[in-house]
């Protein structure tokens, strides 16, 4: 028996086993697994969680209808919360004025006439600050509903999204309107549109690709006969990465399109060198075979090359990126074998009658490059002022600061968003922990100048509360009082005993750690930056000299993971590029073809910052890869392109090479545009900017590199020039 099928077995079997028996990655969008473990932010989030628990609030605004039902619906949403799974602590009237609420709810006791006997409770600090029940809102009476929530997998998520959306029927049953918003529930719809890409964008992007793979073939067998060796990689390549360990999130969902395209370039490569051998007359095996010998080399330096680049990730400070790189480089490697023994095999296998149509495409890919290398100087100069405006997009890009910008205008959870920022109700916050030496629960020296503090920060723009000790003293010095202050010194320890259970989600460390929660609009890193710097120089004029401040909290995080986007977006492209650039040189053994290889490579890359900056694109987890894709799909198809150009020359290679690259890109382009239909903004934005780097690749390696070996005066050697062409060159430029 042949030690080819043998061999192709072998690789079958082993990619199978990884496909189907090796784990999942775990899905996981949370805020943390963006950042190292030795990351300083996430060590004080880390220790802030395991002091105080979760900082993860979710806002429920209720309004419309009288005084008595709108609290009667108030009391079962926080009844309903309280007992809801994942939910630590419900902050709203019922629960911090349960008496006041139900002789108010009740028509029995006196209903809303009771205001003039219990209404005071609600103009006490805690109340002023948090708005918890407004009876002079602009649409009527108004609660609002603060849910903190403990840490939680995307199921417990779910199950609570479920339940608001029960509590809004039934909300809008009675006549009133009930909006909900929070960055939890941002990140559970981000775990859902994860699942988006894996169970819709990437099946579309395969049907849409398999579908131009048979009209560019005009092969059914052939397009399947691609597409499996291609899917294999691609499964393998994910059960790689749950071997690993690794997990999967938004940014790192995009390996497995990612490798598909590769991985689909180059075996596209193969195939088509197999076809142009059966248009000659040879056989279905010596065909397939003699296709992998001839691509063999420049789809081992095409994967190689492209995997250094992507390879270069896993120096990145953003885990997913890192994992994203990593992922990359397991399924280009996976992929070799695959593309080359298992492809060819399954071609010889396969068989079928040689094409009985004749090749058009060949020729005029060539008399496209003649046309090029006739007009290199303006295309030239073209190119380098179309990569000049790219490099000039590039300095005016803009980080989306918040992930609700991800979700289309007409989401749910995106228009309460907007209705309840528009209000003023504070969707963010940030916890400002205070520690010292001492305990500080009775300390009155010192709570008074911390609540002078908090009262400063809360006159700072964007800023809405300061919730902490001094508050809830204040609050309980109005309720005995009705006067807005602390209660006297000697009072606070028994204040603190009879209020423990509000008051403990404050304190820590036996008193001697305080929390500060930061109610605050959404925004933008500079301005965040700007008041947490104006935070601390306040508490250091401020608070007594032996106390420390530090500001942490998820919102911070979360910022910090927009911001670092657009610095890895530019680290990593140009350490891909300078890598690329590097193996490209040494795998084509001339820095002239190198030189040549750079402005085509570019291309795309200013393609995709030109149309970004343009259309207001922001950076954000879909667009902040594409320029380093654009450049990875560009690398492989000019370097196909420049192995063959070697040994035949410009028009030759452009009649056979060229013509496979350029079906390459519409098959690949097509695919991207597919997903373009997507409702996730990041989705469709990353479909659209690949499709826009497929297209400028195109122009770049069959119009642009001609140019430039023209220029550069670059010729094959003549030791080569005068062997007889390959089947597919003497066939395609025939």
Sequence with gaps: MSARPVAAALVALAALALAALAPRPRLDNSVTSWF?????????????????GADEVVVLELEGGGIEGLLRRLIGISDALSEAPGVERVLSASEVYPTEVSVLSDPELGGIRSLSTCGWV????????????????????????????????????????????????????????????????????????????????????????????????????????????VGLGVFASEGLLGLWGGTTNLVVGIAKPLVFVLLLACGFHVVVASVDRRRAGLAPGPAAWGAARAKASACLLALFTTAVGFGSLAVSDVAPIRTLGLATVGGLALGAPLLLVLLPQALAWVGGPPPAHPDRVGPACARLAAWAE???????????LAIGVGAWAA??????????????????LRRDHRALQQEGVALAQVDAVVSGPESLIGEAASLERLDAWAREVETLPGVHAVVGLPLLYREAGYRSARLDRMPADFLLPEVFERSEDSMAPFCADAG?????????????????????????????????????????GSYPLLLHTQTSLLTTLRESLILTAVLMQLVLVVALRSLRLGLAALIPNALPVAAIFAVMRGA???VDVGTSMT???????????????????????????????????????????????????????????FGLLCAVAMGAALVGDLVVLPAMLRALGCRVPESVAVAPAPVEVAVAAG
């Design 36 to 52: 190292p473990e030795r990351d300083p932010s996430l060590q004080a989030y880390r220790g802030f969680q395991e002091r105080f």
């Design 122 to 229: 609600f103009d006490g600090p805690l109340n002023q600050d948090l708005k918890l029940f407004e009876l002079d809102a602009p649409g009527g009476p108004r609660a609002t509903v603060y849910a903190l929530l403990a840490p939680a997998r995307p199921g417990e998520r779910a199950a609570l999204s479920e339940l608001l959306q029960g509590l809004r029927r039934e909300a809008e049953a009675d006549g009133r309107r009930l909006r909900v918003a929070g960055q939890p529930l941002v990140n559970l719809e981000l775990d859902r549109a994860s699942l988006e890409v894996e169970q819709l964008a990437m099946p579309l992007l395969v049907a849409v690709c398999a579908l131009t793979l048979v009209w560019t073939l005009r092969s059914l067998r052939l397009a399947l006969v691609l597409l499996a060796p």
């Design 374 to 384: 006739a007009r290199w100087v303006p295309l030239l100069v073209a190119s380098a």
């Design 395 to 412: 300095t005016g890009l803009q980080v989306q600061p918040h992930a609700i910008e991800y979700f289309a205008p007409d989401h749910p």
């Design 512 to 552: 001697r750690t305080l929390r500060f929660s930061v109610s605050l609009d959404t925004l933008g890193p500079d301005a965040l930056d700007a008041l947490e710097a104006d935070m601390q120089q306040r508490f250091t004029a401020l608070a007594p000299e032996e106390l420390e401040l530090t500001v942490t």
């Design 616 to 618: 207001g694109i922001s």
């Design 627 to 685: 320029a380093a894709i654009a450049l990875g799909i560009a690398v492989d198809d000019t370097l196909h392109f420049l192995h063959t150009w070697r040994g035949h020359g410009t028009l030759a290679t452009a009649g056979s090479t060229g013509r496979a690259i350029g079906f390459t890109s519409l098959v690949i382009g097509l695919g991207f545009l597919a997903i373009c239909t997507s409702s996730f903004v990041p989705t469709r934005l």
